[in-house]
C-alpha cells in the first residue's frame, strides 16, 4: 500500500476510534453479538450483489460484441472489488483489474467498452438512489441545517447530471479522444487518439439504439444490486432493534452510504468514514447510532469475506 494509501487508513482509524468512544463500545458490541448467524445472510446478500453486477456487465459485453460468462465476471468483480478497497485509486484500479481479468475470453476494445458501459448504468442507477434518498431525507421532521442543505445539494447535483447526460446523449462529445489529445498535448507529444478509444465512444453512444428489452435487462440487475443492498440494511437494523425498522429508514441509510462511498473511495476500506456518516444520520432520522454504527461494522466485515475471496481470485489468475 502506498504512503498516501497508509496516511488516509490511519485517519479513518482515527475517526473510527472517536466515533465508537463517542457512541459506546459496550453497545456497539452487543449489537454485534446479536447479528450472530445473521451474518450469514449479510454475505449472502453481499453475494447477490455481485452477481447482479456480473449477469449486467455480461449484458453489456454482449451488446460490445463479445461473450463473457457470469461465472467469468462474478470473479473478476469481486477481484476487482479487492483491489479498489486495497488502494486509495478506487475505480481507476479496480475497473482496469476486470478488463485484465477477462482479456483472455474478449479483446481489450470489448472489454473497455463493455466495461464502461457496466459503469454508466450502475451510476445512472447510484444517481437514481441518491436523488430518492435525498427526497426522503428533507422530507424528515427536525432535519438538522446542514443535513438538510447536503441532501438539496445532492438533488441540485442530480439534476444537473441529468441535463449534462441529455446533452451528452443529444451532441455525442468525444471525450475519451479530447482527454487523451489533451494528455499528449501537456506531455509535449502529437499523437492521435488511440482507434480503441473511437471504438468506445461509438459503443458508448450506441446505447440509445440498444433494443428495449436490454436496456431494461441492465436497468433491471442494476435495480436487484441496490434491491438487495437495502435488503441487508433492513435486515441488520430489524435483527438489532427487534423488527422495528422502516424500510424508509433503511434506505436513507443505504443512499446516503452510497454517497459516502462515492465521496471517500479513497480512504481504503473506507475505515472510519462509513461508521461516521451512518452515526449522523441514524441521529437525524431516529434510528439508534449504536445500531448505526454496528451496521455499518457488520457491513465492513462483510466486504472483508467478499474482498478474501477477491484476493483468491487474483492469487489463482497470477499463477
Given at each position: 500500500?502506498?504512503?498516501?494509501?497508509?496516511?488516509?487508513?490511519?485517519?479513518?482509524?482515527?475517526?473510527?476510534?472517536?466515533?465508537?468512544?463517542?457512541?459506546?463500545?459496550?453497545?456497539?458490541?452487543?449489537?454485534?453479538?446479536?447479528?450472530?448467524?445473521?451474518?450469514?445472510?449479510?454475505?449472502?446478500?453481499?453475494?447477490?450483489?455481485?452477481?447482479?453486477?456480473?449477469?449486467?456487465?455480461?449484458?453489456?459485453?454482449?451488446?460490445?460484441?463479445?461473450?463473457?460468462?457470469?461465472?467469468?465476471?462474478?470473479?473478476?468483480?469481486?477481484?476487482?472489488?479487492?483491489?479498489?478497497?486495497?488502494?486509495?485509486?478506487?475505480?481507476?484500479?479496480?475497473?482496469?483489474?476486470?478488463?485484465?481479468?477477462?482479456?483472455?475470453?474478449?479483446?481489450?476494445?470489448?472489454?473497455?467498452?463493455?466495461?464502461?458501459?457496466?459503469?454508466?448504468?450502475?451510476?445512472?442507477?447510484?444517481?437514481?438512489?441518491?436523488?430518492?434518498?435525498?427526497?426522503?431525507?428533507?422530507?424528515?421532521?427536525?432535519?438538522?441545517?446542514?443535513?438538510?442543505?447536503?441532501?438539496?445539494?445532492?438533488?441540485?447535483?442530480?439534476?444537473?447530471?441529468?441535463?449534462?447526460?441529455?446533452?451528452?446523449?443529444?451532441?455525442?462529445?468525444?471525450?475519451?479522444?479530447?482527454?487523451?489529445?489533451r494528455a499528449a498535448s501537456l506531455l509535449g507529444r502529437e499523437a492521435r487518439p488511440p482507434a480503441v478509444l473511437h471504438d468506445i465512444e461509438s459503443r458508448?453512444?450506441?446505447?440509445?439504439?440498444?433494443?428495449?428489452?436490454?436496456?431494461?435487462?441492465?436497468?433491471?440487475?442494476?435495480?436487484?444490486?441496490?434491491?438487495?443492498?437495502?435488503?441487508?440494511?433492513?435486515?441488520?437494523?430489524?435483527?438489532?432493534?427487534?423488527?422495528?425498522?422502516?424500510?424508509?429508514?433503511?434506505?436513507?441509510?443505504?443512499?446516503?452510504?452510497?454517497?459516502?462511498?462515492?465521496?471517500?473511495?479513497?480512504?481504503?476500506?473506507?475505515?472510519?468514514?462509513?461508521?461516521?456518516?451512518?452515526?449522523?444520520?441514524?441521529?437525524?432520522?431516529?434510528?439508534?447510532?449504536?445500531?448505526?454504527?454496528?451496521?455499518?461494522?457488520?457491513?465492513?466485515?462483510?466486504?472483508?469475506?467478499?474482498?478474501?475471496?477477491?484476493?483468491?481470485?487474483?492469487?489463482?489468475?497470477?499463477?
Open positions: 500500500m502506498s504512503f498516501l494509501g497508509v496516511l488516509l487508513a490511519l485517519i479513518g482509524v482515527a475517526v473510527l476510534v472517536a466515533t465508537v468512544r463517542q457512541v459506546g463500545w459496550a453497545e456497539i458490541r452487543d449489537g454485534l453479538s446479536a447479528v450472530g448467524v445473521w451474518f450469514v445472510a449479510v454475505v449472502a446478500l453481499g453475494g447477490v450483489r455481485f452477481l447482479a453486477r456480473a449477469v449486467a456487465w455480461t449484458r453489456c459485453a454482449r451488446q460490445s460484441g463479445a461473450t463473457l460468462a457470469v461465472g467469468q465476471a462474478f470473479a473478476a468483480g469481486i477481484a476487482a472489488d479487492a483491489v479498489g478497497n486495497l488502494t486509495p485509486l478506487g475505480l481507476l484500479a479496480s475497473e482496469p483489474t476486470k478488463v485484465l481479468l477477462v482479456r483472455r475470453s474478449m479483446p481489450t476494445g470489448p472489454a473497455l467498452a463493455s466495461v464502461a458501459l457496466d459503469n454508466a448504468f450502475y451510476t445512472g442507477s447510484v444517481i437514481v438512489m441518491l436523488a430518492t434518498g435525498a427526497w426522503l431525507l428533507v422530507r424528515q421532521a427536525a432535519l438538522p441545517r446542514t443535513l438538510t442543505i447536503a441532501a438539496e445539494g445532492v438533488l441540485v447535483g442530480v439534476a444537473v447530471g441529468a441535463a449534462v447526460a441529455v446533452w451528452a446523449a443529444r451532441r455525442r462529445p468525444a471525450v475519451l479522444s479530447w482527454a487523451a489529445q458508448f453512444y450506441g446505447v440509445v439504439s440498444w433494443p428495449a428489452k436490454t436496456l431494461a435487462a441492465v436497468a433491471g440487475w442494476q435495480a436487484v444490486f441496490h434491491v438487495a443492498a437495502v435488503a441487508e440494511v433492513w435486515l441488520v437494523l430489524s435483527v438489532l432493534s427487534g423488527g422495528e425498522t422502516a424500510l424508509t429508514d433503511a434506505f436513507i441509510l443505504e443512499s446516503t452510504g452510497r454517497l459516502v462511498t462515492v465521496l471517500f473511495k479513497v480512504v481504503p476500506f473506507r475505515v472510519g468514514v462509513d461508521e461516521a456518516g451512518a452515526a449522523v444520520v441514524a441521529a437525524a432520522i431516529g434510528v439508534p447510532v449504536s445500531d448505526a454504527v454496528a451496521l455499518a461494522l457488520v457491513r465492513k466485515l462483510r466486504i472483508l469475506v467478499w474482498n478474501g475471496a477477491g484476493l483468491t481470485v487474483l492469487a489463482r489468475a497470477r499463477r
